[in-house]
């Protein structure tokens, strides 16, 4: 008799072995499967059951007469595969999983959050920030501002010198500074208007000065 098969038992033909057995040939029995092991209809011998891969967990166990089933995991979830029977949530600090069959969840980088059901990112809106791997976008503090997906907050911007101050920063967008136009001047700073040179034998010749000039003799 070849591999896989037995002799009927009248000896007149043969017999297939069925799953959960096999025969390397020349034998009048199909040997069953071990523990652990499978093998299908007309097997010449039996195979261990199968593993998942990395990205998927088992659903159906193995038995004799049947391998292993597995399925693919999620967007938010991941698996190692191996003997897994389920997939992991990814629900650590600033944890998402963006593609279904990934093995391990990803972090959410600098100036991103992960979006509530885990499966993408979330960009930080500005006046907040976030240094990465964590579940939410921390707002700016007194005196700070950041546009959006910024990584941290930075200190409200102060006008340089011959300018002045026009919008006050926020949270949400910085300060904004004007030039001082001839006549005028500022030391910058804080400066909310130009100071006008009308002190004795003062003049500003140029837009953008930081002080008053005065008139030769």
Do not use: I, W
Not at 25 to 39: I, Q, R, V
Not at 191 to 208: K, L, P
């Amino acid at each position: 008799s070849p591999a896989g098969h037995k002799p009927m038992a009248n000896r007149t033909g043969l017999d297939v072995c069925p799953s959960g057995t096999s025969s390397v040939g020349g034998s009048d029995t199909c040997d069953p499967c071990g523990e652990g092991e499978t093998s299908p209809e007309g097997a010449a011998g039996c195979s261990s059951c199968a593993t998942c891969p990395a990205g998927r967990y088992k659903t159906v166990h193995c038995t004799m007469t049947s391998d292993t089933v597995c399925e693919v995991c999620v967007k938010g979830k991941v698996s190692m595969g191996g003997y897994a029977s389920s997939c992991t949530e990814c629900n650590g600090a600033g944890q998402y999983s963006d593609a279904a069959e990934l093995s391990f969840c990803k972090t959410s980088p600098a100036g991103h959050k992960p979006m509530a059901n885990r499966t993408g990112l979330d960009v930080c809106p500005s006046g907040t920030s976030s240094v990465g791997g964590s579940d939410t976008c921390d707002p700016c503090g007194e005196g700070e501002t950041s546009p959006e997906g910024a990584a941290g907050c930075s200190s409200c911007a102060t006008c340089p010198a011959g300018r002045y101050k026009t919008v006050h920063c926020t949270m949400t967008s910085d300060t904004v500074c004007e030039v001082c136009v001839k006549g005028k001047v500022s030391m910058g700073g804080y400066a909310s208007s130009c100071t006008e040179c009308n002190g004795a034998g003062q003049y500003s010749d140029a837009a953008e000065l930081s002080f008053c000039k005065t008139s030769p003799a």
